[in-house]
Nanobody
Framework: QAQLVDCSLGGSVQAGGSLRLSCAAS????????MGWFRQAPGGEREAVAF????????FYADSAKGRFTISQDKTKNMIYLQMNSLKPEDSAMYYC?????????????????????????WGQGTQVTVSS
């Protein structure tokens, strides 16, 4: 699998705190149409968190992330970011940056849906986020 680079160190914060994750895509940014983050807690399954359509600005958030997390991109730097606010202990997990050459799809009402997890072929090494209560 082609590799991305999870640049952020992650970290430990108190509940209610904030962290920003970053991911460098370098040359893959030009082929990845969707990028974002998955997370996996110990003993749990990997779950989607937030994604962005890199050819535009459409975004998608898991219900757990809506209203608290914001994904963004800087095309000049080939970077994506995940601003995480109002963190909760249940947000504790290893966060993985991922990219896909598949663009996802749009509903008739214009909402963008990212590709399926198996369609993400670029992965970062992961960064640990720990939120204490």
């Amino acid at each position: 699998q082609a590799q991305l680079v999870d640049c952020s160190l992650g970290g430990s914060v108190q509940a209610g705190g904030s962290l920003r994750l970053s991911c460098a895509a370098s040359q893959y940014f030009f082929t990845a149409k969707s990028m974002g983050w998955f997370r996996q807690a110990p003993g749990g399954e990997r779950e989607a968190v937030a994604f962005i359509f890199t050819r535009g600005e459409s975004t998608f958030y898991a219900d757990s992330a809506k209203g608290r997390f914001t994904i963004s991109q800087d095309k000049t730097k080939n970077m994506i970011y995940l601003q995480m606010n109002s963190l909760k202990p249940e947000d504790s997990a290893m966060y993985y940056c991922a990219g896909s050459t598949v663009g996802g799809g749009w509903s008739d009402s214009g909402f963008w849906t990212p590709p399926f997890e198996y369609q993400y072929t670029y992965w970062g090494q992961g960064t640990q986020v720990t939120v204490s209560s």
